[in-house]
Protein backbone atom coordinates (compact mmCIF):
# COMPACT_ATOMS: atom_id res chain seq x y z
CA UNK A 1 0.00 0.00 0.00
CA UNK A 2 1.69 3.68 -1.11
CA UNK A 3 1.85 5.83 2.02
CA UNK A 4 1.97 9.51 0.92
CA UNK A 5 5.24 11.46 2.91
CA UNK A 6 3.46 14.37 3.87
CA UNK A 7 5.61 17.97 5.67
CA UNK A 8 4.89 17.92 9.32
CA UNK A 9 3.67 20.68 11.16
CA UNK A 10 7.03 22.20 12.25
CA UNK A 11 6.30 25.17 14.46
CA UNK A 12 3.92 27.78 14.87
CA UNK A 13 3.87 30.44 12.05
CA UNK A 14 5.83 28.26 9.80
CA UNK A 15 4.27 27.66 7.02
CA UNK A 16 6.72 25.86 4.08
CA UNK A 17 9.98 24.42 4.11
CA UNK A 18 12.72 23.74 1.93
CA UNK A 19 14.13 19.85 1.20
CA UNK A 20 17.62 20.26 2.00
CA UNK A 21 18.52 16.79 1.36
CA UNK A 22 17.26 13.10 0.46
CA UNK A 23 19.00 10.48 2.35
CA UNK A 24 17.27 7.75 0.23
CA UNK A 25 16.78 7.51 -3.21
CA UNK A 26 14.10 5.86 -5.10
CA UNK A 27 13.97 2.46 -4.86
CA UNK A 28 15.79 2.61 -1.25
CA UNK A 29 14.43 0.35 1.23
CA UNK A 30 13.85 2.09 4.73
CA UNK A 31 12.65 0.82 8.28
CA UNK A 32 10.33 2.18 10.25
CA UNK A 33 11.33 5.70 12.09
CA UNK A 34 14.34 5.57 9.62
CA UNK A 35 15.17 9.32 8.38
CA UNK A 36 14.12 9.53 4.32
CA UNK A 37 14.71 13.50 3.89
CA UNK A 38 16.35 16.19 5.82
CA UNK A 39 14.48 19.85 5.75
CA UNK A 40 15.06 23.39 7.13
CA UNK A 41 12.26 25.60 7.92
CA UNK A 42 13.73 29.67 8.53
CA UNK A 43 14.75 28.57 12.30
CA UNK A 44 16.14 25.03 12.47
CA UNK A 45 16.99 21.55 9.98
CA UNK A 46 14.84 18.58 11.03
CA UNK A 47 14.87 14.80 9.78
CA UNK A 48 11.76 13.50 8.21
CA UNK A 49 11.40 9.68 9.65
CA UNK A 50 9.47 7.08 7.62
CA UNK A 51 6.04 6.50 8.88
CA UNK A 52 6.25 2.40 8.13
CA UNK A 53 8.98 0.36 6.53
CA UNK A 54 9.07 -0.19 3.03
CA UNK A 55 10.38 1.26 0.12
CA UNK A 56 10.71 5.00 -1.71
CA UNK A 57 8.94 4.24 -4.85
CA UNK A 58 8.22 7.96 -5.77
CA UNK A 59 9.82 11.70 -4.96
CA UNK A 60 8.03 14.49 -5.35
CA UNK A 61 9.93 17.21 -4.64
CA UNK A 62 13.68 17.31 -5.11
CA UNK A 63 16.22 18.82 -3.35
CA UNK A 64 16.37 22.10 -3.00
CA UNK A 65 12.78 22.68 -3.51
CA UNK A 66 10.04 24.73 -1.57
CA UNK A 67 7.28 22.65 -0.18
CA UNK A 68 4.03 23.73 1.32
CA UNK A 69 3.46 22.44 5.44
CA UNK A 70 0.87 19.76 4.83
CA UNK A 71 2.52 19.31 1.15
CA UNK A 72 2.71 15.67 -0.13
CA UNK A 73 6.84 15.46 -1.05
CA UNK A 74 6.81 10.97 -1.60
CA UNK A 75 5.66 8.26 -2.03
CA UNK A 76 6.48 4.94 0.26
CA UNK A 77 5.47 1.84 -0.52
CA UNK A 78 4.67 -0.41 2.55
CA UNK A 79 6.18 -3.73 3.33
CA UNK A 80 7.91 -3.63 -0.02
CA UNK A 81 11.33 -5.48 -1.19
CA UNK A 82 14.21 -3.33 -2.39
CA UNK A 83 13.34 -2.41 -5.84
CA UNK A 84 15.82 -3.66 -8.91
CA UNK A 85 17.80 -1.52 -10.54
CA UNK A 86 15.66 0.42 -14.14
CA UNK A 87 16.92 -1.33 -17.35
CA UNK A 88 18.11 -4.46 -15.89
CA UNK A 89 21.78 -5.86 -15.08
CA UNK A 90 24.16 -4.39 -18.04
CA UNK A 91 26.71 -6.86 -19.87
CA UNK A 92 30.37 -5.38 -20.41
CA UNK A 93 30.84 -5.96 -24.48
CA UNK A 94 33.71 -8.49 -25.21
CA UNK A 95 37.00 -6.60 -26.51
CA UNK A 96 36.36 -6.62 -30.22
CA UNK A 97 38.88 -9.46 -31.98
CA UNK A 98 39.77 -6.46 -34.58
CA UNK A 99 41.21 -4.14 -31.36
CA UNK A 100 42.92 -7.33 -30.10
CA UNK A 101 44.88 -8.07 -33.36
CA UNK A 102 45.43 -3.83 -33.79
CA UNK A 103 49.45 -3.91 -34.33
CA UNK A 104 51.00 -1.47 -31.50
CA UNK A 105 52.72 1.46 -32.70
CA UNK A 106 55.89 1.64 -31.61
CA UNK A 107 59.55 1.64 -32.74
CA UNK A 108 61.13 4.81 -34.96
CA UNK A 109 59.33 6.51 -37.23
CA UNK A 110 60.30 6.38 -41.00
CA UNK A 111 63.00 8.54 -42.72
CA UNK A 112 61.47 11.70 -44.31
CA UNK A 113 64.64 13.72 -45.21
CA UNK A 114 64.67 15.07 -41.85
CA UNK A 115 66.73 14.69 -38.99
CA UNK A 116 65.19 14.01 -35.54
CA UNK A 117 67.15 15.83 -32.62
CA UNK A 118 67.48 14.33 -29.16
CA UNK A 119 63.69 15.18 -27.33
CA UNK A 120 61.30 12.97 -29.90
CA UNK A 121 58.78 14.88 -32.19
CA UNK A 122 61.00 17.99 -32.43
CA UNK A 123 62.64 18.06 -35.57
CA UNK A 124 66.06 19.96 -36.72
CA UNK A 125 65.47 21.46 -40.13
CA UNK A 126 69.26 21.80 -41.77
CA UNK A 127 69.47 24.22 -44.50
CA UNK A 128 70.76 22.82 -47.75
CA UNK A 129 72.78 24.64 -50.96
CA UNK A 130 70.04 25.43 -53.29
CA UNK A 131 70.71 23.11 -56.40
CA UNK A 132 72.83 24.70 -58.67
CA UNK A 133 73.70 27.37 -56.56
CA UNK A 134 77.71 26.91 -54.38
CA UNK A 135 77.63 27.29 -50.84
CA UNK A 136 78.97 30.43 -49.33
CA UNK A 137 82.75 31.21 -48.06
CA UNK A 138 82.78 31.41 -44.86
CA UNK A 139 85.79 34.26 -43.63
CA UNK A 140 87.82 32.75 -40.51
CA UNK A 141 86.78 35.54 -38.48
CA UNK A 142 83.52 34.83 -38.92
CA UNK A 143 84.26 30.80 -38.32
CA UNK A 144 85.15 31.51 -35.06
CA UNK A 145 81.73 33.45 -34.25
CA UNK A 146 79.73 30.77 -35.64
CA UNK A 147 82.24 28.34 -33.56
CA UNK A 148 81.71 30.06 -30.47
CA UNK A 149 77.63 30.34 -30.57
CA UNK A 150 77.25 26.70 -31.80
CA UNK A 151 76.09 28.02 -35.68
CA UNK A 152 77.08 27.07 -38.26
CA UNK A 153 77.02 28.40 -42.22
CA UNK A 154 73.86 27.70 -42.84
CA UNK A 155 72.70 29.46 -39.99
CA UNK A 156 73.87 32.73 -41.58
CA UNK A 157 72.84 34.95 -44.61
CA UNK A 158 76.17 35.97 -46.54
CA UNK A 159 76.53 39.64 -47.52
CA UNK A 160 80.27 39.59 -48.53
CA UNK A 161 81.19 40.10 -52.55
CA UNK A 162 81.73 37.17 -53.72
CA UNK A 163 79.14 35.01 -51.70
CA UNK A 164 81.44 35.77 -48.63
CA UNK A 165 80.05 34.99 -45.57
CA UNK A 166 81.69 37.78 -43.06
CA UNK A 167 82.54 38.17 -39.23
CA UNK A 168 79.14 40.94 -39.54
CA UNK A 169 76.61 38.37 -40.66
CA UNK A 170 77.80 35.72 -37.98
CA UNK A 171 77.34 38.45 -35.34
CA UNK A 172 73.86 39.00 -36.74
CA UNK A 173 73.00 35.08 -36.92
CA UNK A 174 74.53 35.17 -33.38
CA UNK A 175 72.08 37.82 -32.11
CA UNK A 176 69.20 36.17 -33.61
CA UNK A 177 69.54 33.07 -32.10
CA UNK A 178 70.17 34.89 -28.38
CA UNK A 179 66.57 36.46 -28.98
CA UNK A 180 64.39 34.75 -31.72
CA UNK A 181 61.23 36.52 -32.56
CA UNK A 182 58.51 35.22 -31.41
CA UNK A 183 56.72 32.41 -33.58
CA UNK A 184 53.12 31.76 -34.43
CA UNK A 185 53.24 28.87 -31.58
CA UNK A 186 54.54 31.95 -29.22
CA UNK A 187 52.13 34.06 -30.41
CA UNK A 188 49.35 31.72 -29.95
CA UNK A 189 50.62 30.56 -26.38
CA UNK A 190 50.20 34.72 -25.85
CA UNK A 191 46.95 35.00 -26.44
CA UNK A 192 45.55 31.97 -24.49
CA UNK A 193 47.81 33.31 -21.68
CA UNK A 194 45.93 36.82 -22.18
CA UNK A 195 42.53 35.27 -22.56
CA UNK A 196 43.06 33.02 -19.34
CA UNK A 197 44.00 36.60 -17.00
CA UNK A 198 40.53 37.51 -17.61
CA UNK A 199 39.08 34.71 -15.65
CA UNK A 200 36.07 32.76 -15.48
CA UNK A 201 32.97 34.00 -16.88
CA UNK A 202 30.30 31.49 -15.41
CA UNK A 203 27.75 31.36 -13.14
CA UNK A 204 25.59 29.57 -10.83
CA UNK A 205 22.04 29.84 -9.21
CA UNK A 206 21.56 28.38 -6.20
CA UNK A 207 18.79 28.44 -4.22
CA UNK A 208 18.81 30.51 -0.64
CA UNK A 209 18.00 28.31 2.04
CA UNK A 210 15.25 28.82 4.37
CA UNK A 211 17.25 30.52 6.97
CA UNK A 212 19.00 32.97 4.48
CA UNK A 213 15.57 33.98 3.55
CA UNK A 214 14.63 34.73 6.85
CA UNK A 215 17.75 36.46 7.65
CA UNK A 216 17.29 38.39 5.04
CA UNK A 217 13.48 39.68 5.13
CA UNK A 218 14.77 40.22 9.11
CA UNK A 219 17.23 42.56 8.09
CA UNK A 220 15.26 44.17 5.63
CA UNK A 221 12.41 44.77 7.71
CA UNK A 222 14.63 46.50 10.77
CA UNK A 223 15.62 48.59 8.33
CA UNK A 224 12.23 49.34 6.76
CA UNK A 225 10.34 49.78 9.64
CA UNK A 226 12.71 50.87 13.26
CA UNK A 227 14.75 53.93 13.22
CA UNK A 228 17.96 52.43 13.59
CA UNK A 229 20.87 54.20 14.83
CA UNK A 230 24.25 53.35 16.17
CA UNK A 231 26.43 54.99 18.97
CA UNK A 232 30.59 53.81 19.42
CA UNK A 233 32.65 53.33 22.42
CA UNK A 234 35.51 51.22 23.33
CA UNK A 235 36.68 49.40 26.23
CA UNK A 236 40.38 48.82 28.11
CA UNK A 237 40.25 45.08 28.64
CA UNK A 238 43.27 45.07 30.79
CA UNK A 239 41.50 44.26 34.07
CA UNK A 240 38.88 41.86 32.69
CA UNK A 241 41.92 39.91 30.56
CA UNK A 242 44.09 39.71 34.08
CA UNK A 243 40.92 38.47 36.07
CA UNK A 244 40.17 35.14 33.58
CA UNK A 245 43.97 34.60 33.93
CA UNK A 246 44.18 35.03 37.18
CA UNK A 247 41.36 32.16 37.76
CA UNK A 248 40.84 30.39 34.56
CA UNK A 249 42.64 27.04 35.84
CA UNK A 250 40.31 27.34 39.11
CA UNK A 251 37.33 27.91 37.28
CA UNK A 252 37.96 25.07 34.40
CA UNK A 253 38.90 22.42 37.30
CA UNK A 254 35.84 23.01 38.72
CA UNK A 255 33.24 23.62 35.91
CA UNK A 256 34.96 22.03 33.24
CA UNK A 257 34.57 24.97 30.85
CA UNK A 258 37.00 28.04 30.04
CA UNK A 259 35.87 31.37 31.49
CA UNK A 260 35.11 33.23 27.87
CA UNK A 261 34.82 37.18 27.33
CA UNK A 262 31.01 36.31 26.62
CA UNK A 263 29.75 35.71 29.82
CA UNK A 264 31.28 38.89 30.98
CA UNK A 265 29.55 40.94 28.18
CA UNK A 266 26.15 39.12 28.99
CA UNK A 267 26.07 40.07 32.96
CA UNK A 268 27.60 43.93 32.16
CA UNK A 269 24.70 43.63 29.30
CA UNK A 270 22.06 42.80 31.82
CA UNK A 271 23.36 45.32 34.40
CA UNK A 272 23.24 47.74 31.61
CA UNK A 273 19.55 47.01 30.36
CA UNK A 274 18.51 47.25 34.19
CA UNK A 275 19.38 51.07 34.67
CA UNK A 276 17.98 51.54 30.76
CA UNK A 277 14.95 49.32 30.34
CA UNK A 278 13.99 51.11 27.00
CA UNK A 279 16.53 49.15 25.34
CA UNK A 280 15.10 46.00 27.00
CA UNK A 281 11.91 47.32 25.62
CA UNK A 282 9.92 46.65 22.38
CA UNK A 283 7.33 48.40 20.52
CA UNK A 284 3.32 47.08 19.85
CA UNK A 285 1.40 48.79 17.87
CA UNK A 286 1.11 52.22 19.87
CA UNK A 287 2.06 50.58 23.51
CA UNK A 288 5.61 50.83 24.80
CA UNK A 289 6.06 46.73 26.11
CA UNK A 290 8.26 46.84 29.29
CA UNK A 291 9.75 43.12 30.00
CA UNK A 292 10.92 42.85 33.23
CA UNK A 293 12.80 39.67 32.49
CA UNK A 294 16.55 39.24 30.57
CA UNK A 295 16.45 36.98 27.68
CA UNK A 296 19.86 37.33 25.71
CA UNK A 297 20.32 36.17 22.28
CA UNK A 298 23.90 35.39 21.68
CA UNK A 299 24.97 35.03 17.56
CA UNK A 300 26.88 32.11 16.90
CA UNK A 301 28.07 30.74 13.57
CA UNK A 302 26.03 28.01 12.49
CA UNK A 303 26.25 25.33 9.93
CA UNK A 304 23.94 26.75 8.11
CA UNK A 305 24.79 30.48 8.70
CA UNK A 306 24.33 32.66 11.65
CA UNK A 307 21.95 32.06 14.44
CA UNK A 308 21.08 33.50 17.51
CA UNK A 309 19.95 30.54 20.10
CA UNK A 310 18.70 32.78 23.40
CA UNK A 311 19.45 32.21 26.46
CA UNK A 312 16.80 32.82 29.11
CA UNK A 313 16.32 34.78 32.46
CA UNK A 314 20.32 35.46 32.18
CA UNK A 315 19.57 37.36 35.47
CA UNK A 316 19.62 34.63 37.75
CA UNK A 317 22.29 33.07 36.14
CA UNK A 318 26.33 32.60 37.28
CA UNK A 319 29.16 32.75 35.06
CA UNK A 320 29.49 28.94 34.55
CA UNK A 321 25.97 28.41 33.61
CA UNK A 322 26.09 31.39 31.08
CA UNK A 323 29.50 30.09 29.74
CA UNK A 324 28.10 26.36 29.59
CA UNK A 325 25.17 27.85 28.07
CA UNK A 326 27.18 29.03 24.96
CA UNK A 327 29.12 25.75 24.83
CA UNK A 328 26.31 24.13 24.54
CA UNK A 329 23.91 25.97 22.05
CA UNK A 330 27.35 26.96 19.98
CA UNK A 331 28.00 23.05 19.22
CA UNK A 332 24.39 22.28 18.39
CA UNK A 333 24.50 24.69 15.99
CA UNK A 334 27.61 23.46 14.06
CA UNK A 335 25.66 20.07 14.02
CA UNK A 336 22.19 22.26 12.73
CA UNK A 337 20.31 20.84 15.99
CA UNK A 338 19.04 23.30 17.76
CA UNK A 339 15.43 23.37 18.41
CA UNK A 340 12.77 25.79 17.52
CA UNK A 341 12.03 27.42 20.41
CA UNK A 342 15.46 28.06 21.50
CA UNK A 343 15.71 30.42 18.66
CA UNK A 344 12.76 32.54 19.19
CA UNK A 345 12.09 35.24 21.76
CA UNK A 346 15.01 37.51 23.20
CA UNK A 347 15.12 40.74 24.27
CA UNK A 348 18.48 42.14 23.29
CA UNK A 349 21.02 40.42 21.18
CA UNK A 350 24.87 40.59 21.89
CA UNK A 351 26.91 39.53 18.14
CA UNK A 352 30.77 38.86 18.47
CA UNK A 353 32.32 40.06 14.90
CA UNK A 354 35.95 40.09 16.90
CA UNK A 355 36.18 36.38 16.56
CA UNK A 356 36.20 36.98 12.41
CA UNK A 357 38.50 39.90 13.03
CA UNK A 358 35.93 42.79 12.77
CA UNK A 359 37.94 46.03 14.11
CA UNK A 360 34.57 47.80 13.81
CA UNK A 361 30.62 47.60 12.32
CA UNK A 362 26.92 48.81 12.71
CA UNK A 363 24.94 45.71 13.75
CA UNK A 364 21.60 45.46 12.55
CA UNK A 365 18.46 45.35 15.32
CA UNK A 366 16.89 41.72 15.37
CA UNK A 367 12.69 43.21 15.66
CA UNK A 368 11.30 43.38 17.69
CA UNK A 369 14.33 43.89 19.62
CA UNK A 370 14.99 47.33 20.63
CA UNK A 371 18.90 47.18 20.83
CA UNK A 372 21.68 45.07 19.58
CA UNK A 373 25.41 45.24 21.31
CA UNK A 374 28.53 44.39 18.49
CA UNK A 375 32.07 42.93 20.11
CA UNK A 376 34.79 43.63 18.05
CA UNK A 377 38.84 42.18 18.23
CA UNK A 378 40.93 42.75 20.74
CA UNK A 379 44.12 45.20 19.58
CA UNK A 380 47.27 46.62 21.50
CA UNK A 381 46.56 50.91 20.93
CA UNK A 382 48.14 53.58 22.84
CA UNK A 383 45.78 55.22 25.22
CA UNK A 384 46.50 58.01 27.63
CA UNK A 385 46.31 57.02 31.42
CA UNK A 386 47.70 59.14 34.22
CA UNK A 387 49.26 61.96 31.30
CA UNK A 388 51.13 58.97 30.01
CA UNK A 389 51.11 57.14 26.67
CA UNK A 390 50.63 53.11 27.67
CA UNK A 391 49.27 50.55 25.50
CA UNK A 392 46.56 48.51 25.69
CA UNK A 393 44.08 46.06 24.96
CA UNK A 394 41.39 47.67 23.29
CA UNK A 395 38.12 46.23 21.71
CA UNK A 396 35.48 49.09 20.03
CA UNK A 397 32.06 48.31 20.74
CA UNK A 398 28.82 49.10 19.13
CA UNK A 399 25.43 49.84 20.59
CA UNK A 400 22.56 49.81 17.38
CA UNK A 401 18.97 50.68 18.90
CA UNK A 402 15.57 51.40 17.61
CA UNK A 403 16.03 55.80 18.22
CA UNK A 404 11.70 55.79 18.18
CA UNK A 405 12.23 53.89 21.82
CA UNK A 406 15.16 54.91 22.86
CA UNK A 407 16.71 58.51 23.02
CA UNK A 408 20.49 59.12 21.98
CA UNK A 409 21.06 60.20 26.01
CA UNK A 410 20.00 56.34 26.83
CA UNK A 411 21.98 54.63 24.07
CA UNK A 412 25.15 56.29 24.91
CA UNK A 413 24.46 56.03 28.99
CA UNK A 414 23.82 52.38 28.73
CA UNK A 415 26.86 52.09 26.31
CA UNK A 416 28.63 53.71 28.89
CA UNK A 417 27.53 51.66 31.64
CA UNK A 418 29.02 48.52 29.83
CA UNK A 419 32.21 49.95 29.30
CA UNK A 420 32.56 51.28 33.25
CA UNK A 421 31.49 47.37 34.61
CA UNK A 422 34.10 45.58 32.05
CA UNK A 423 36.44 48.02 32.61
CA UNK A 424 36.33 47.24 36.39
CA UNK A 425 34.38 43.86 36.59
CA UNK A 426 33.88 43.39 40.31
CA UNK A 427 31.29 45.73 39.90
CA UNK A 428 29.46 42.92 38.55
CA UNK A 429 29.52 40.82 41.90
CA UNK A 430 29.10 44.35 43.83
CA UNK A 431 25.68 44.93 41.66
CA UNK A 432 27.15 48.76 41.48
Same mark, same amino acid.
Given at each position: ???????????????????????????????????????? #?????????????????????? !????????? &???????????? %???????? %????????????? @???????????????????????????????? #? &???????????????????? %? #?? $????????????????????????????????????????????????????????????? %?? @?????? #??? /????????????????????????? !?????????????????????? /???????????????????? &???? !??? &?????????????????????????????????????????????????????????????? @?????????? @??? $??????????? $????????????????????????????????????????
Amino acid at each position: MAIELVVPKVGESITEVQIVEWLKKEGDRVERDGNLAVIE #TDKATVELPAPVAGVLTKILKA !KGSVAKVGE &VIGYLEEGAGPA %APAGGTKT %AKPESEAAKAAPA @QDGPAKSSGMNFGPETGKIAVIKKDEPGKPGA #T &VMPAAARVLAESGLSAADAQ %A #TG $PGNRLLKEDALKAAEAKANPPPGPSLAHEAKAANANIAGSRSEEAVPMSMLRRKVAERLVQ %AQ @QTAALL #TTF /NEIDMSEMMELRKRHQDAFVKKYGV !KLGFMSFFVKAAVEALKLIPQI /NAEIRGNEIIYKHYYDIGVA &VGGG !KGL &VVPVLRNVEAMGFAQVELAIAELAKRAQANTLKLEELQGGTFTISNGGVYGSLLSTPIVNPP @QSGVLGMHSI @QDR $PVARDGQVVIR $PMMYVALTYDHRIVDGREAVTFLKRIKDTLEDPARILLEI
